[in-house]
């Protein structure tokens, strides 16, 4: 079955950088874009960005344009998400889902995410 | 964009029935059918329960349920069960190929 199996949980150093990775499993990998989104202790979902797991482009949010970088290696079927310079508000858990989108151009729509990995835990604390 | 506007709670009793809106735009949930329906159990990750407005994926209760009018969409949950406390988010395609996406704010259901 589908499946995204991130990595496990961080702790790091606020000014430190941390990076998630995320193993695609019973689906073509560079079929689907993967999505980034993280979720602050008992907060809402925040979406990040996403990277064209085929031909590697990627979009940020504008609020993590200047320190987030995703990349994938399509030999392992993984993605990869690092953020750098982190501070105590990067303390979250951070999710990989597969995006499930229809249509070129105009036509584009992004229907649905599914699967989710089980979400990487990153504390930031001094 | 703006998160989409849900309840922040909504409960229900045992075999009841509770909805929860979810409210935004013409440029996202007006605009598309592509709103989707997430539940959320502590400590774990989001799963789909509602896709493409009304659309269930294989294994979700029937009794989750799916419309939308309007600029709001919405979730019933028919028949409660305890297993279906949990946090729900929608989501909707928001026009942009580049920000494809948008989330709502979240709502917790309690099973009294």
């Known amino acids: 079955q589908m499946q995204l199996v991130q990595s496990g949980a961080e702790v790091k150093k606020p000014g430190a950088s941390v990076k998630v990775s995320c193993k695609a499993s019973?689906?073509?990998?560079?079929?689907?874009?993967i999505h980034w989104v993280r979720q602050a202790p008992g907060q809402g979902l925040e979406w990040m960005g996403w990277?064209?797991?085929?031909?590697?482009?990627?979009k940020y949010a504008k609020m993590f344009q200047d320190r987030v970088t995703m990349t994938r290696d399509t030999s392992i079927s993984t993605a990869y998400m690092e953020l750098t310079r982190l501070t105590s508000e990067d303390t979250a858990v951070y999710y990989c889902?597969?995006?499930?989108?229809?249509?070129?151009?105009?036509?584009?729509?992004?229907?649905?995410?599914?699967?989710w990995g089980q979400g990487a835990l990153v504390i930031v604390s001094s | 964009q703006s998160a989409l506007t849900q309840p922040r709670s909504v409960s229900g009793s045992l075999g009841q029935s509770v909805t929860i809106s979810c409210t935004g735009t013409?440029?996202?949930?007006?605009?598309?059918?592509?709103v989707s329906w997430y539940q959320q159990h502590p400590g774990t990750a989001p799963k789909l329960v509602i896709y493409d407005v009304s659309e269930r994926p294989s294994g979700v209760p029937d009794r989750f349920s799916g419309s939308k009018s309007g600029n709001t969409a919405s979730l019933l949950i028919s028949g409660l069960q305890a297993e279906d406390e949990s946090d729900y988010y929608c989501c909707s395609y928001a026009g942009s190929y580049t920000f494809p996406s948008v989330f709502g704010t979240g709502t917790s259901v309690t099973v009294l």
């Open positions: 019973g689906y073509p990998f560079t079929g689907h874009y």
């Open positions: 889902a597969r995006a499930v989108a229809t249509g070129v151009g105009i036509s584009f729509r992004l229907r649905r995410f599914d699967p």
């Open positions: 013409s440029s996202d949930v007006g605009g598309y059918n592509c």
């Open positions: 990277i064209n797991s085929n031909s590697g482009d990627t």
